[in-house]
């Protein structure tokens, strides 16, 4: 029964977070044609948890009880988090996209790429690690704004998407907050590519 009873719960809790992801103005047919896509990753104002609490605020705390338990790992993670962005979430993001663009229709979504005629703007705006007890675990969300400007006019926007609640989880357990956030990422870039070849490359 026990068994049965914690399956029920774990799918009432995916169903509960199911991703919604909407558009919210213009369209995606300026991209047809397009070799490149910049793209720039924001977190200036995300929040986290339902208390939604700051980003600082966040890793203070951790870091804190983190701290209580063993001496030097609440530092340790604050690297790892620190980290995370830059080598786990924003390269599950591009990965995805790329997988669905770049061989079938020749665009390369990348960072850094200041002469393209296009940026796409990846806001989170709010984060839920999630949590792996083993036989039980909720997965993480994430919930970013995903917006398309001219790069040379910013205020010049041409779609904007909000993706809300998208799943991050992985086949197994996985104790990492940081590796499941990164699934919450490549959820978001798969979603949001194959919302773009619904609706531009048919």
Partial sequence: MNKYLTLTVLFISTVAFAQKM???????????????????????????????????????????????????????????????KELIWQPKFLELMNRYFYDDHGIGFEEGLNDAQYTLVVETVWLFPGWDAGVMKQPAKVTTHLKFVETSNRENVLAKVTSENAPGDQWGSSFSDEDRLGEGYAKTGKSFAKLILKKAFR
């Fill in 22 to 84: 909407k558009i919210k103005e213009g369209d995606f047919d300026f991209l047809k044609g397009q070799k490149e896509i910049n793209v720039e990753f924001v977190y200036d104002n995300m929040a986290l948890f339902k208390k939604n609490i700051s980003e600082a605020q966040y890793i203070q705390e951790h870091s804190a009880e983190l701290e209580k338990k063993s001496k030097g790992k609440g530092k340790v993670w604050e690297k790892k988090w620190a980290s995370a």
